[in-house]
């Protein structure tokens, strides 16, 4: 086959043609099937697949893929709607939710939040897992004159890397540690202010929840906080590092 042709796929019972290289994702858009995304951001190319709310089925295949990083293949058969993969959905919405500050009422971005989105979308009302004690200790770093960062609420939806290392080419947010215990942070867990952060503030643009905000809005979010000392640690530089 001409790695030009077109490829033929069917989605849900529909069938279009697309270019080589096309994601199940983009394909299903051709189609005006929605499927639910997180860290996939239509203006960045840079999609890691790290959140895999958008996962969807393949015949033929045994795991269920992540549609906004898998490429079609010619007479593909997807189903992006069954009962196992609105299933699988919905525990991954759940995961993100108990490994997230329920804050939502004096948040930032409450009512403007893309997890709060996603979690009416695949009809989460609850969240069965106990919030984690390690992220009680996370830290709100805000070092910086105009961006603060709320670690306890990142989802690791790489965005924010992405614009801070592949469009604005400034390399200050990064993958730090490993496994359950991996966050987007500055390299050594320094406060932004001892980085070379420039305050673009692009990736507050890009984050879907409130782990990145403007500084403007603390004032707003202090108010609204009962003790905000009591689940959180608030440091200011340079002293964020533990002992
Ligand atoms: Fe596809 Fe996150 S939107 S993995």
Not at 49 to 72: F, H, K, Q, W
Not at 74 to 83: G, I, L
Not at 170 to 186: D, Q
Request: glycine share 4%.
């Amino acid at each position: 086959m001409d790695s030009n042709e077109m490829l033929n796929v069917t989605i849900d019972n529909q069938s279009v043609q697309v270019e080589p290289g096309t994601t199940i994702l983009q394909a299903a858009k051709k189609l005006g099937i929605r499927i639910p995304t997180l860290c996939a951001y239509q203006e960045l190319d840079h999609f890691p697949g790290a959140c895999r709310v958008c996962v969807t089925e393949v015949d033929g295949m045994r795991s269920l893929v992540a549609s906004c990083v898998y490429p079609v293949a010619n007479n593909m058969v997807v189903r992006t709607n069954t009962e196992r993969v609105r299933t699988a959905r919905r525990m991954v919405v759940e995961l993100l939710l108990s490994n997230h500050p329920t804050e939502c009422n004096h948040c930032v971005r409450n009512g403007n939040c893309d997890l709060q989105k996603v979690a009416e979308i695949t009809g989460v009302r609850e969240v069965r897992f106990p919030y984690p004690e390690y992220q009680r200790e996370s830290m709100i770093d805000m070092s910086s004159p105009s961006i603060v960062r709320d670690s306890r609420k990142c989802i690791q939806c790489h965005r924010c890397v992405a614009v801070c290392d592949k469009v604005q080419t400034v390399n200050v947010l990064t993958p730090s540690w490993r496994g359950s215990e991996v966050k987007v942070a500055p390299a050594f867990n320094l406060p932004l202010l001892e980085t070379n952060c420039i305050a673009c503030g692009q990736c507050i643009m890009v984050c879907p929840v409130g782990a990145l905000y403007e500084k403007d809005d603390v004032d707003k979010v202090w108010k609204a906080l009962e003790d905000p000392t009591k689940h959180v640690v608030v440091q200011e530089a340079p002293a964020i590092r533990a002992a």
